[in-house]
């Protein structure tokens, strides 16, 4: 999926399908979609099921509604179209992405090492007074003239019970979609029949309602694993998700490596390693809800207590996380140069005398 190759190939969609998919990438493309402001959008409220209904059903049983669930973990039928299709337009072809060469951890490692971080020291509790604000833990309370809640909505809510009304009604806007992952560890690399060197193959819920998509990681980048190695990932769809997320890692990892045997046969047996992955918030899940009440949440002053995510701009990926650090930087600068004490001038030589 992903590649422009696919409309010639026809990655698994049927000539009429391939031809609306083009039609809705021109569509897209026209609109003029902003990925930091879907709110925006010329698409309003509407539902992904609403965007795609006039177009071939095989658009969105086989394509881009399991391109939603199994990425995001979304259901076309709730979830906005404006941040989807914004996406969609601004990361283009997977032919141009790309990625850390040790793992998506890397900014944040290289960050931590060149500051004072300090771990196991959990927040319970966030307060915003007149003396700044009040971060509450089981190991004690710290003071900060300012704070970055970079947790996922819902957690946010919890944490700052004292939010301002219209921070709040953004916070519990924001619903979440829980996302289960297992990665496999193999003796030597393997890949779905057909994928051809590409690293990302969609299963649709009429295929399979609990494997959604298989990722072939050594494909991404060969530094995911050591020479001669593979690395395979198996991402659970949203029932799947629901069914798996707290049943054991034994049960979780063979109920769907069995159901990947149908595209990796002798997977099972390739297997030396096992590593399960649990979100249980997973990806901001978009809504209309959200969409509405993000205009005076993205427009609201700078206060003490601001916030960090890729909820920020209900954009699921990374980009959408970096973007929203730029974004807090820029408004605790401003909270504090307009909290900061105004200097008193120093007397001048005649009132000394």
Known sequence: VGRPLGLLTGAGLSPRARADLLRLQI??????????????????????????????????????????????????????????????????????????????????????????????????????????????????????????????????????????????????????????????????????????????????????????????????????????????SLVASPRGAAELLDASDAVVAERLTARAELLLPGLSRRVEAVRVHRFRHGLPAAGPRALRERSAFAVRPPAAVDYAGDWISLRPCSEGAVSSAATAVARVLAFLASTAPTPVPAPSEDRRR
Do not use: I
Request: glycine share 10%; aromatic share 6%.
């Open 27 to 232: 569509q897209l493309a026209r609109l003029g979609l902003d990925p930091e402001h879907p709110e925006r959008s010329p698409l309003g409220a509407r539902t992904l099921a609403e965007l795609l209904r006039p177009y071939h059903p095989e658009l969105r049983y086989r394509l881009l509604g399991a391109l939603a669930a199994g990425f995001f973990g979304w259901d076309p039928e709730h979830t906005a179209a404006a941040p989807f299709a914004a996406h969609l337009v601004s990361a283009g072809s997977s032919a141009r992405w790309r990625t850390y060469r040790d793992g998506m951890d890397t900014l944040a490692r290289v960050l931590a090492d060149r500051l004072d971080v300090v771990t196991g020291h959990p927040v319970t509790g966030v307060s915003a007074g007149p003396d700044g604000v009040r971060l509450e833990s089981p190991a004690g309370t710290v003071t900060a003239r300012a704070a970055v809640l970079a947790v996922p909505a819902p957690v946010a809510a919890v944490l700052h019970p004292g939010a301002s009304a219209v921070e709040r009604a953004y916070l519990e806007a924001c619903e979440y979609a829980p996302m289960l992952r297992v990665s496999l560890v193999l003796d030597r690399p393997m890949e779905p029949a057909g994928a051809r060197g590409g690293f990302a193959t969609l299963v649709p819920a009429l295929e399979d309602p609990l494997l959604n998509v298989v990722t072939a990681d050594h494909n991404k980048h060969s530094g995911r694993v050591p020479p001669g190695r593979g690395l395979v």
